[in-house]
């Protein structure tokens, strides 16, 4: 994928922390790609639609391309969500009162001994 049409979301930060092992890659693509994406996307690859709303209210953007642009990082070549938009996209989560909030809770947990600087975890 070309590397400013995506960014890899959800549990990712934990799995790069050796945090959980994940089933599957959440990615969100920029509406421009989204099409290719789907069509050349296979499992474990799931490919996000569209911004979710934990997404929107954490970051207040709706667009992915903005989402992408403004709240990701590159490490070791490949676009990641920033911790810090992870982090407000888990509490986010965790305060809907929705099926969400357990696993928020549990996910925000297993990373509370990092801060986001420059966008990436770092242990406090």
């Not at 089933?23 to 979710?52: N, Q, R, W």
Request: glycine share 4%; net charge positive.
């Amino acid at each position: 994928f070309p590397i400013e049409k995506y960014a890899i979301m959800n549990s990712s930060w934990q799995a790069a922390l050796g945090k959980r092992k994940n089933g599957d890659i959440d990615v969100l693509v920029s509406e421009d790609f989204l099409s290719e994406a789907v069509s050349i996307a296979t499992p474990p690859v799931s490919i996000m639609k569209y911004v979710h709303w934990y997404c929107a209210q954490a970051t207040g953007k709706s667009s992915a391309s903005d989402v992408i642009k403004n709240h990701s990082v590159v490490v070791d070549g490949l676009r990641i969500i920033d911790f810090e938009t992870y982090l407000k996209m888990m509490n986010v989560r965790k305060n809907s009162n929705t099926r969400f909030s357990e696993p928020a809770k549990i996910d925000l947990s297993a990373v509370s001994e990092y801060v986001s600087v420059n966008g990436v975890p770092v242990k406090k």
